[in-house]
């Protein structure tokens, strides 16, 4: 096994202590008070017990003779709060959902029951940074359509977000002014496509705070990305019998690639358990490490229970035994500030889709060293240097993984829509949909028969639930029929659909540009189906 490394310091990684996020927590909840401690969600008293809770079977410690040692953490592992005891990866995992858990982004503190009135409702006072919700409400042309006579109430946002209007007149900005193919053109219309294509692919790597746009690979989405790291980079270097390491909470999209490079290479797959709230168990995680482990593959947010995994943990438990890991960032980058140098993540995927973008166009980063020693995973145009029947040579990457025309238009409106966010503000997002979730928790804890699925402490905008002797696909069409908008299915993760005794939930999601006011229609049109 290779010689553990250990990340640099939290302090040198940028990662915020403890009192800039009680100073971050006043300015955005005045309420608590700076230092003040946060009590739990006040709707997490209200959940009834899950419906089945399978017993883990523990997986025995590796050995020795595996050249496994258990991890020690430094006093200045990322991640962890100063004043608790940091020596051991128990003490990682008592803390797991706690405040300190992941700390790669600021912890968004939300009221306990009674702290925040929510008489205000949506009015202009309402706001997201310099913005009022109102007014972002305006930017987002379907937000003012109708579905079936009815206001549209959007709530399917884990599945795909709305699109501004600033995306939308970029977009045909490039194909009334710019539209050319990139990079080989030798006259204006190319050096105009070129100049706006690579302009995004900058934005996305100061988005997410990667060291440069090199690293960033444009891919058609998140499965893309993962399907490229697993093609190009992991499975050259299994062997019969390695091991990769993914969590019960993954979408298909970030179990399958993995299955498949696991097949053709004789390895196998690890799975890391979670609890009965729906979160990583992190002793359990860091006891499936050995001598054979190669990678670890982790969802950032389940799409699926809305969990906000600890990724910091999970990177540097697995880094300190050598080990890459790809985080899976489809429903995370949209909803918290994250920093991939910061995290020291690997490689980070994500979808434009996701994050108020074009659908087909995404992003793969990658760390400098590994998209160079990667070889390339499709052939054609565009990615090559050279081309002679006997030898090909390859582009430098991020070229040499983008065969052929990409989505270039999509790419540029990708570009605008992380323009349109960073104008909002992540950490503003992040504030007021967990004033959203908070809220949507609690009034969906009160309709009678609903069972909430996933109740983590620490969630992103996902109110998952099913609803006592009624079918979910027959929830989500009388939904419909009030014009709310909502996913009713397996979400493309039924491995912790199945850990919870179920084949599938109601998924109503959020996203910045919901209101308090659409919530309890929700509630209200779930009451009316139930007395119905």
Known sequence: MNTPRIPPSRESRGIPSEAEIASLAAAWFPEFGEGESLSPPAWAGNIPPPLHRPEHSRPSSPSAAEGFSPVLLPKDAPGFGSGRPRDTLEGAASRNGSEGANLAYPEVPGPSSGARPYESRLSPSRRLGLRSLESIRGDFPILSEKVRGRDLIWLDNAATTQRPRAVIDRLARFYARENSNIHRGAHELATRSTDAYEDARKKIATFIGAPSPDNIVFVRGTTEGVNLAAHAFVKPLLKSGDEIILTLLEHHANIVPWQ???????????????DGDGQIILEEYAKLFNGRTRFVSATQVSNAVGTIVPVAELIHIAHAGGVPVLIDGAQSVAH??????????DFFVFSGHKIFGPTGIGALYGKSELLETAPPWQGGGNMIADVEFGRTLYQKAPAKFEAGTGSIADAVGLGAALDYVAGIGLENIAAWEHELVEYGMRELARVPGLRLIGTAARKAGILSFILEGRDNAEVGKYLDGLGIA??????????????????GTVRPSIAFYNTLEEIDALAAALREFIRG
């Not at 498949?260 to 979670?274: L, M």
């Not at 918290?336 to 993540?345: E, F, M, R, S």
């Open 260 to 274: 498949i490079v696991a097949a053709e290479k004789g390895a196998r797959i690890r799975v890391a358990p979670i």
């Open 486 to 503: 909502v996913r009713a299915g397996h979400h493309c993760a039924q491995p912790v659909h199945r850990f919870f005794g179920l084949e």
């Open 336 to 345: 918290l500030p994250v920093n991939v140098t910061a995290l020291d993540a």
